[in-house]
């Protein structure tokens, strides 16, 4: 296959994932047809017109229903779909930037000895994006097919066969337009989250709990806040720290309203 430039390069396949996407996935798409060779999309049965507008794109459309939360599954299936030498995961809220192109058809293009590569994503919040509090970060959904697999319930992670190198571009991710959506969404992750941490964990003891809940989120947030530098994207920084300092207390408060029929004679109040 050649890159844009008309040079012979390995061949990549971009997996979607998709349930009720239709506001976003369009634009993920329209960033990857034309580059990648092939895009797979998995979906779970989206009831909006998701599978309308990827159908303008890739006839690659797989359905499979899930719980919602094991989201290794799905990019697995998609991973077992795929049939080019290469594999990215975008979602649809995420956008490949013409910079991020042009660097994994270099890699493409020239070979490399590493089996995955990491990369930027610069994260939209509130119309800002996002340069500190550690929410400029490491993404790793790109790799050589056959040499990686997924695991995990909500949080997934890469598991690499071979070494990982790194690519100098960032894609685009548009997570939330506004606060009205990014709360409910977490009051869902949240709920989610209690329920595969008390799947994995069982009862963990009061006093792992109570820090959950007591003095970890004070320093979540000064760790976006002051250490990742939170505070040189002004309010947004502010705000965000805030947030994500929020979204660790209600996972675990949560997880506490889960295991208290299995609590008795645990003391709380020390």
């Not at 844009?4 to 061949?11: D, H, I, L, M």
């Not at 919602?68 to 594999?87: H, I, V």
Request: glycine share 8%; net charge positive.
């Amino acid at each position: 296959m050649n890159d844009s430039s008309g040079q012979p390069r390995e061949t990549i396949t971009a997996v979607v994932m998709t349930k009720n996407s239709d506001r976003w996935v369009e634009g993920a798409l329209k960033s990857i047809v034309g580059w990648a060779d092939e895009i797979v999309v998995i979906d779970g049965f989206s009831g909006d017109r998701t599978l309308e507008i990827c159908k303008n794109y890739t006839d690659k459309i797989y359905q499979n229903r899930w719980d919602g939360y094991r989201f290794c599954t799905e990019r697995n299936l998609g991973n077992s779909k795929a049939t080019k030498d290469w594999c990215f995961h975008i979602d649809p809220d995420e956008r490949a930037t013409p910079a991020f192109k042009e660097a994994v058809d270099r890699v493409l293009r020239e070979g490399t000895p590493h089996s995955a590569f990491k990369f930027k994503k610069m994260n939209f919040f509130l119309r800002h994006w996002m340069r500190y509090g550690g929410w400029y970060h490491d993404s790793l959904h790109l790799f050589r097919r056959g040499k990686a697999r997924y695991e995990g319930i909500i949080h997934e992670a890469l598991i690499v066969e071979g070494t990982v190198g790194r690519i100098d571009a960032a894609i685009e991710h548009y997570p939330f337009e506004s606060l009205g959506q990014f709360i409910p969404r977490h009051n869902g992750y949240s709920t989610r989250e209690a329920k595969a941490m008390r799947e994995k964990e069982g009862i963990l003891p009061a006093q792992i709990v109570e820090y959950n809940l007591k003095k970890k989120p004070l320093k979540r947030f000064l760790k976006f806040y002051v250490k990742n530098k939170g505070l040189l994207d002004g309010m947004h920084g502010l705000i965000f720290s805030v947030l994500f300092a929020w979204v660790h207390f209600i996972n675990w408060a949560k997880y506490w309203e889960l295991t208290q029929g299995s609590r008795s004679g645990e003391n709380f109040n020390r």
